[in-house]
């Protein structure tokens, strides 16, 4: 098994804990996971993503939201709010990757400068990074390796 596959089974027994436990977002990052990395999904995520669907397909509920149990606020601001956020993750991950690739340390000035670059605090960096991280179900160690592509 390579590192990648130890590392997709790992994240996705996560997922799997998470969604046993009532996080049902953890079903669509799983669903996420196996479509972007052309992963076969294991068989609760077949068996859960097929039964929201059921369930939509057979008029058992009105929209995919409530088939997989999820909800997103309707208020415009926040999901202005929650796009804007989440294209800022995604930069700001790709950005500080690329500092890595390049031999940069990520320390308090690090994520200070990309604070500037991006206009948010350091703090806010941080907390964007790992969630770019948790995306990818990475928690990197301090001298953190390129995840594959």
């Known amino acids: ?7 997709a089974a790992a994240v996705l027994a ?3 804990k998470r969604y046993d436990t009532g996080d049902k977002d953890a079903l669509l990052e799983a669903l996420m996971w196996c479509l972007s990395f052309k992963i076969l999904a294991p068989d609760w995520v077949r068996a859960h993503t097929n039964g929201a669907l059921m369930r939509y397909w057979l008029y058992e509920v009105e ?3 409530e088939a997989f149990g999820v909800e997103r606020s309707k208020d415009p601001r926040s999901v202005a709010a929650g796009r804007r956020a989440s294209r800022l993750i995604s930069e700001i991950w790709q950005h500080i990757w690329t500092q890595i690739d390049s031999g940069k340390s990520r320390d308090d000035e690090f994520f200070a400068a990309v604070g500037r670059k991006f206009g948010i605090s350091k ?27």
């Open 1 to 7: 098994m390579s590192e990648f596959t130890e590392h």
């Open 14 to 16: 996560s997922l799997q």
């Open 63 to 65: 929209t995919l939201d």
């Open 123 to 149: 703090t806010k960096v941080k907390e964007y990074w790992r969630l770019g991280n948790a995306a990818f179900g990475l928690h990197p160690p301090k001298k953190a390796k390129r995840p594959p592509r």
